[in-house]
Every structure is written in C-alpha cells, then in structure tokens.
C-alpha cells in the first residue's frame, strides 16, 4: 500500500499540502467528515466580549481551560487580555505550561505523590504562577511535607463549599483547623479563597449564591485581620459559565478589604446553542452590564457530517455519533444542508430533529417528502461544548467562506 504524508488518519483533516496552500474548502469536501469547526469570527466576538465585561466589572479573568484544552485557544484568550489560565489536572497544567502558560489556576486540590513531582519542576521555574485549591487537613498536611521536603513554595486558595456541593471547606464560619495547618509550614502559602457557585440550584439560586459570595468575603475580612494571608495580593476567586455575572456583582459590591476579585468561566469561548446559551440569556436578562457593554456570546462550534443513509422516508442517518459530539444535554442540533453544486448551505426545516445518537450514528427526523440524499452535508449545532470539543485532536478553524486556513490541536 502506498503512502502519501500529505494525509493523515486524524478523523475531520484533509491534506496538509492543500491546507498550507490555499485552505481546506468544506463545501468542495477537502476535509473528511465528521469535522469539527469553529467560526473564526465568532471566537473573536465571543474571547472580545467577555474580556470587555471582565475589565467593566472590575474582575480579573482566568478562563477556565478544560473546556478546549488547546493551547491555541488558551494563546487567544490572554492575548485578549486574559490574566490567567484555570485547569483541573496536573496534566492539563503541564500541556499548558509547555505551550508558554505562566500563570495557573488549578480549580481542584492536588493529590498523589507523582503529581507533585511533577510540579515541583515547574515551581523551580520563577516565571511560573501557581494557585491550587485545598479543603482538608489530611491534604494540607501532606503538602506542606512534601514541598517542605523538596525546599518549594506552593500557593494555596481555601476553597469553600456547600453542604450537598462537591469539593470545598463546608464550615464557613471556622476555618481555623486548615489556617492552623498552614501557619506551620514555610511550604505553603496562603494566597486567597476560592469557590464553585455552579452547585447550587433552585428556585432561588440567584439569591443563595448572593449569600454566599457575601459570606466567602465576609471569612476573607476576618482573615485578613488575623494576617494569616502570605500574599500581597490576596485573590477570591469563583464563578462558572453560568452565574459569572452574578458572582462579579457580588465580589466587587461593597468591599471594605482589599483583594484580586478572579472569574473562571470556560464554555464562553465557544459557546452552544444548548445549555450554555440558556444561562447566557439569564445572563442578558439579569445584567445592565452584559446588555451595556453591546453584542452577545454566540455559538463558534459545530460538526459538519455526511447523510449515510435514507433508510426510509422520513429519517436519514447522519454519519456522526457519541464518539464526535455531547449527548449529555441535549442532541446535535440540525443547522445547515449542502448538496455539491449548491452556491452555499441552506437552513434547514425547523422540523428537523435529532431523536437518537448511537457511537457513529445520528436519527434525524424529517417530512416523508424532504428533498435529502445520501451524500448531502449536514452541519449541526451541539450543546456542553466541552464534551464535544474532547472528542478531537484536531478542530478545523474556518472563515465566513466555509475555508479552513488553521488546525488547532487539543490535548486532553
């Protein structure tokens, strides 16, 4: 069998020659389908405006990474303005690191012995700012020996939680057990607090997270008289992609004391039009701000795919499944159809509609007399971007013309 490096087994690619050329066309298939794509546009519009409200809130923004785990996207959002990158592994922190990162947020505790070995190499380099979450003793204590041991300093955030939540302190109103901890090892330093709003729900959720950003600065004030921060900035930092508004209202309302007010949300950039486009309308319909500042988040991601298979009228079967898009909150949404020869895509009917997704297949229903073929393109729209966007090593950047003049490549 012959060979040609020119092509390459990664599922939504096409030949490299011809991208370096001229760009990869979707519409004359220079790229096998499924593909993932992102609008260059709407990445722009969308890492613009979150910045814009970031800077008009008063906080900081550390995006949160998971949500791509591309070092391309995460170049774009601090040459936006971002201050910071937040992750949840060590992992995630290394690929980071190693594409040019200096500064981290890792939102979750550090655990295992290889882990930290393997960020003690990087806490030698003096560039290099690192912030992890701790909610236990029995961690604190045996970070504190471990970088003790390895003669290295680590940045902590005390993270707070709610009863029912996930990680976090769950005793707001004494924390002493964990500072206690703290105060005994030159290892650790205390640089702030953190949290995840994201777990409350309800029918009043918007008032419950209000509290409880107020409380979290509240401990932040006692804390602060007590000196047991080691910073010289100290950071509270909290808020997911759905009540980031809310959290930055709260955060930066009457305060008496003096810290780094940090954001982490990570579905904005690319955005859905599922889940995450019902907590930016939320978003809209609750802050002057976000309606002040002009534009909105749009959805930057969708999944081009093949018509398999007409098996009957009605229903086609797309060639995409679970292994290519999210299925956790929602279907694939039926955007755009192309047929080779047409100018451009087309809307689809608004009865189109995804009922089953399979590993390599989706159902989508449709009228008994709809012109589809096998063959035809289907271009959809997905909601949770994040599991969709760690379903590909490599994701297609295309212009307004459908033409692919950038791969990002993603390490999750």
Known sequence: MSSNRAFNSHKGTGNKTLLADK????????????????????LEQNAQWMQRFSQQAGVKL???GKTTMSPSLFKQQLDTGAWAISLATIPQVISAYQHGVRRVIMANQLVGKYHCEQLVELLRDPSFEFYCFVDSVDNLRWLGEFFQQHQVTINVLLEIGVPGGRCG??????????VDVITKYSSISLA?????????????????????VSEIKQLCQELVSQKVFDAEQVLI???????YD????ELTTD?????????????????????????QQSVMSRSQ??????GDLVSSLTIWAYVHSVPEPGLMIIGFGKRDAAFDAGLPTPELHFRSGDSAPKTVPSHWQSVKIMDQHLMVKTHADDDVKVGDIIVFSTSHPCLTMDKWRFINIADENYVIHQQIETFF
């Open 23 to 42: 760009g990869w066309n979707l519409l004359a298939e220079d790229v096998g389908l499924p593909a993932a794509v992102l609008r260059e546009s709407a």
């Open 62 to 64: 550390a995006p949160h």
């Open 169 to 178: 302190w769950r005793d707001l109103k004494d924390v002493s057990a964990l």
């Open 192 to 212: 702030g607090l953190s949290f995840y709003e994201g777990v409350i729900h309800g029918d009043n959720a918007e008032q419950k997270i209000v509290e409880f």
């Open 237 to 243: 930092t909290g808020a997911g992609s759905a009540w």
């Open 246 to 249: 809310v959290v930055a209202k």
């Open 255 to 279: 305060t008496s004391i003096d810290f780094v007010p940090v954001i982490r949300p990570g579905c904005y950039l690319i955005h859905d039009t599922g889940i995450y486009q019902d907590a």
């Open 289 to 294: 701000l976000a309606c002040d500042i002009g």
